[in-house]
């Protein structure tokens, strides 16, 4: 059997987003939550072929387009990696928003994008970059210390910005892109330390001094399949965001640029309404690529190398 799947790709500050436009399982017209589970129990595999090798790598976050549940929205979509489902994906929904451009299905203003997370806005601006209002984001406990095997006890916030975030400042690392497997190492084993009371955490967040003019810190994110972050990662941003609003250490309406590892920068700013706080996130996004996967079974690895491949040949 072989199917295509019709993909276009774009980065958002260095993250790749892969959205599938065409040739994607239906998964029936639910509540996007609902749309997620069918997904995942009854076509990982086409998540896994996808994103993962050899069509794909760990960094990429695959979207997948559709009709929206929430009629007051343009458009749905459910966000994967290498290893599951994000329920939100600040990068990918700019990354989104560019591709939806692309097409010509927006042209400018505010389109509203359906997530698992909830509804979504998406601002086109003039000069081509893309503002999303991301869902409320918060600061679940705070100066959380976690005794993190061979590297001491560190601190940090968990929150909620679309992911569930670990924030650590206190950890001593340089953040260099040439220590990459290095951070990813010590990231690694924060989370695996810090799971043992918040088992929701799967994102880790570095915090430290930013290099780029204008920024005001620089951070290393430590996705949940162990890929790091390019991007200065949207949902890790706005729980930044509202753990330093907790602080009374940012107001609303003021500017916060997150560098990534890499360099590149997002803005930032909350908006707080009815006691809640909605990040805005504004980055550029470029269209790179447009193509048709082929899915073909005879391929040993058409979806994707992953681990059951490996027990499949031992
Ligand atoms: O930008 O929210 C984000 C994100 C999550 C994982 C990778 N990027």
New binding site residues.
Partial sequence: MSMRIRVIDSH?AG?PTRVIVAGAPDLGNGPMTERLERFRSEFDHIRSAVVNEPRGNDAI?GALLCEPFDRSCQAGVIYF?NVGF?K?????TIGLATTLRHMGRIAGGTCRIDTVAGPVEARLNANGSVTIRNVASYRKAAGVAVAVPGAGTVHGDVAW???WFFLVSDHGQELAFERLEELTDYAWRIRQAVNVEHPEVD?IELFGRAAAAGAHSRNF?L?PGKAY?R????????AKMACLYADGKLRAGEVWRQESIVGSVFDGLVEVEDGKIYPHITGFAHVNAEADLILDERDPFCYGIQPSCAQATT
């Fill in positions: 958002t993250e976050v990696n994000l939100m994906c600040g990068h990918g910005g679309g992911n994102h994110v996705c972050d991007s200065p990662c949207g949902t890790g941003t706005s």
